[in-house]
């Protein structure tokens, strides 16, 4: 990620809550990368609380959009919330130097990727960049198989 001006993201995606909840999230991320080894773990949790109610905010969003394989989405978002979680074991076994790696390279990059993907594509059906009908053969059954409900 490469610093952009305050409120733009590095990849807008003409969806305001995704463009002005990334453009917040990279400027922490931006930060994390000067702070000393003893503020990267309020760091981690700051990042991480963060991260949460950014996807809880833009899961409502495409929820109202019917946005199609929601579930893939909520997926990828709980893949990087479990990353979150794992990283707090590297504040337990106070190892700066992974945790540094982690915040300034290995999230970031997971962040930016899933931007750039299901991010987008879900922007574009927002956006209306998408025909709806698209969205027909993409969708799947939007309920969890494992529950068994
Ligand atoms: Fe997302």
Do not use: Y
């Not at 981690?44 to 109202?64: D, K, N």
């Not at 990727?113 to 998408?130: E, K, P, Q, W, Y």
Request: glycine share 4%; charged share 30%.
């Amino acid at each position: 990620m490469t610093a952009t001006p305050a409120g733009v993201p590095e990849h807008p995606l003409g969806v305001k809550v995704m463009d002005d909840d990334h453009a917040a999230l990279e400027a922490l991320l931006r930060a994390a990368k000067a702070l000393p080894d003893d503020a990267l773990p309020s760091a981690l949790e700051e990042i991480s609380a963060e991260v949460a109610a950014h996807f809880t905010r833009e899961e409502e969003e495409m929820r109202a959009h019917d946005v199609p394989v929601l579930f893939c989405h909520m997926a990828q978002h709980k893949r990087i919330i479990d990353l979150l979680a794992a990283a707090r074991g590297l504040v337990e076994a106070r190892d700066s130097a992974r945790l540094r790696m982690f915040l300034s390279v290995m999230l970031p990059g997971e962040i930016e990727a899933h931007i750039n993907s299901v991010d987008r594509m879900s922007a574009r059906f927002m956006t209306g960049d998408l025909a709806p009908a698209a969205g027909d053969e993409l969708r799947l059954p939007e309920r969890d198989i494992l529950s068994l409900r």
